[in-house]
C-alpha cells in the first residue's frame, strides 16, 4: 500500500513538474510550412484529380465521392502524425477550404414536407397524451 502511496505521489509531482516546464520534455512543435508542403505535394492532388472526373459544379457529388474523402482524411491524419501538427485549426482550415472547392452546393437542406412532419411528430404527441390517461384507467378500473 505505501509503494502505491508513493508511485502515485511521484507520478503527480511528474505531471506537476511537466505542466510547468520545470523537466525538460520531448515536445516537438508544429512545423506549419513542412505540413501544408506534404498535405499539398501528397495529399491534395490525388483528391483533386478523382474530384475531375467528377462533375461537381452542377451537383452535390457527396455520395459518389465518399471513399475518396476517407483516403484524404486519412492522408492528412497521416501528415499530422508524421508532422506532429495536432493543432485541430489546421486541419479545419484545409477541409473547410475543400468544402468551399467541391462541396458549396451540398449545402442547400431543406426542411421535410409538412406530411413527414406530422408522421414523425404525431405519434409522439398522442402517446404522450393517451398514456397517462391509461394508466389512470387501469389503475382506477382494476377488479380483482
Known amino acids: 500500500m505505501e509503494n502505491q502511496l508513493a508511485f502515485t505521489i511521484s507520478a503527480y509531482i511528474s505531471i506537476l513538474f511537466a505542466s510547468t516546464d520545470l523537466i525538460e520534455t ?15 505535394t501528397y495529399c491534395i492532388p490525388a483528391y483533386n484529380q478523382s474530384m475531375a472526373s467528377i462533375n461537381y459544379q452542377d451537383r452535390c457529388p457527396w455520395p459518389s465521392t465518399k471513399a475518396s474523402y476517407i483516403i484524404l482524411n486519412k492522408c492528412v491524419d497521416s ?35 409538412f406530411s413527414t ?8 404527441i398522442i402517446t404522450t397524451l393517451v398514456l397517462p390517461l391509461m394508466c389512470v384507467h387501469i389503475t382506477t378500473c382494476s377488479k380483482f
Open 117 to 124: 412532419l406530422l408522421l414523425l411528430i404525431l405519434p409522439c
Open 79 to 113: 501528415v499530422v502524425s508524421l508532422t506532429m501538427c495536432v493543432e485541430p485549426s489546421i486541419k479545419d482550415k484545409l477541409f473547410l477550404e475543400i468544402h468551399r472547392t467541391y462541396f458549396t452546393l451540398c449545402s442547400n437542406l431543406k426542411d421535410p414536407d
Open 26 to 40: 520531448t515536445y516537438v512543435s508544429c512545423n506549419r510550412t513542412t505540413f501544408a508542403d506534404y498535405v499539398n
